[in-house]
């Protein structure tokens, strides 16, 4: 799914280049926006005694955006299991990649940080959305 976003002098380090450890926070907009769109905002998430947690990310950043670019961030769900998914992620301008992630999260209960199963609505969902074609995914 993509998620478009303006690059503004916060992202930026003194060179005017989105400073590295910002891009975790594009990355993190681009799967809020995923559960969003499927009908799971974070807040509701939180009432049904789960969250998902970031448990690693690899990360390869091939060019830098700078102030005042336009990006896209593309999240598409490479694999899921019953208590992890795995994100894969890019970071594009004008359609040239700058970054290339892949983010496993894991579903837990908040108030525990014990690792559980994730509710099957939204397993059924994610693995639905695993088997589309890319040209397929809901925009």
């Known amino acids: 799914m993509p998620l478009s976003i303006r690059v503004y002098y ?8 989105v400073y590295y450890a910002n891009y975790m926070r594009f990355l993190e907009r681009g799967r809020t926006e995923l559960l969003r ?17 970031v448990r690693s990310v690899h990360a390869e950043y091939l060019k830098p955006a700078k102030l005042d670019d336009l990006i896209v961030v593309e999240t598409v769900v490479e694999s899921v299991g019953r208590v992890q ?3 894969a992620q890019q970071v594009t301008r004008d359609g040239e990649q700058l970054l290339d992630a892949r ?9 525990r940080g014990k690792p559980v199963p994730m ?21």
């Open 103 to 111: 983010i496993r999260v894991a579903c837990i209960d908040p108030t």
């Open 10 to 17: 916060e992202d930026t380090d003194a060179a005017g280049i």
């Open 85 to 87: 998914v795995m994100f």
């Open 37 to 53: 769109h499927l009908g799971h905002e974070q807040s509701a998430l939180a009432t049904r005694q789960m969250a998902f947690a």
């Open 119 to 139: 509710p099957c609505d939204i397993y059924q969902q994610l693995k639905a959305l695993m088997a589309q074609p890319k040209a397929e995914l809901p925009e």
